[in-house]
């Protein structure tokens, strides 16, 4: 059984990491929705592993790794594949939403495959370096490199339509269209 001191430490630092983490969901799955099980899911684990845990100065390295691992072996799952996702969500912006653009940018990453979207909000929303982002996902820093490569290739793509002259695309991404 354990202690109540460990249920009320870890409920301080549930109440200090749950915002972080649902904002990191909700950048990798797409929906608030998803993100709500996605951050229960990954909250249940630290919970399990809690007693366990000796450095809790870096739980939120640690819960970031504990989402994105929890978020790319849902992916993995049949029954997540079976699922048909619409071009519209049925929720309503969140307040803090900053407007079009950000509608615009989490749509076209949620159409990235997982791995390289996870890598991007690791790498550009929580501003991990490369080793740091590469020890979260369990692969190389080359696979990194290529992945947020191909990502911002893909995004680059995309968005070049809704943001015009707006998007700032540099020389090598302008190369991988010649290639294209």
């Not at 993100?35 to 450095?55: G, H, N």
């Not at 819960?63 to 072996?73: A, E, N, P």
């Not at 950000?102 to 490369?130: C, F, K, N, S």
Request: aromatic share 8%.
């Amino acid at each position: 059984m354990r202690a109540p001191a460990d249920d009320e430490t870890f409920r301080r630092c549930f109440d200090d990491h749950v915002d972080n983490v649902r904002i990191t969901a909700r950048l990798l799955c797409g929906d608030w929705h998803r993100a709500e099980d996605l951050t229960q899911s990954a909250f249940l684990k630290v919970y399990l592993a809690w007693p366990r845990l000796t450095d809790r100065d870096r739980l939120a390295g640690y819960l970031r790794q504990v989402v994105v691992r929890t978020f790319l072996s849902e992916r993995r799952r049949l029954w997540r594949r079976l699922e048909w996702l619409t071009d519209s969500t049925p929720e309503t912006p969140s307040p803090d939403s900053t407007g079009e653009d950000r509608i615009v940018l989490v749509e076209a990453l949620a159409t990235l495959p997982a791995r390289q979207r996870a890598v991007l909000v690791l790498r550009y929303w929580h501003d991990l370096g490369i080793e740091d982002t590469a020890a979260a996902l369990g692969c190389s820093p080359g696979t990194v490199k290529s992945q947020a490569f191909k990502a911002l290739a893909t995004l680059r793509a995309r968005l070049r339509t809704q943001f015009g002259e707006r998007l700032v695309a540099t020389s090598w991404a302008s190369e991988v269209e010649d290639d294209a």
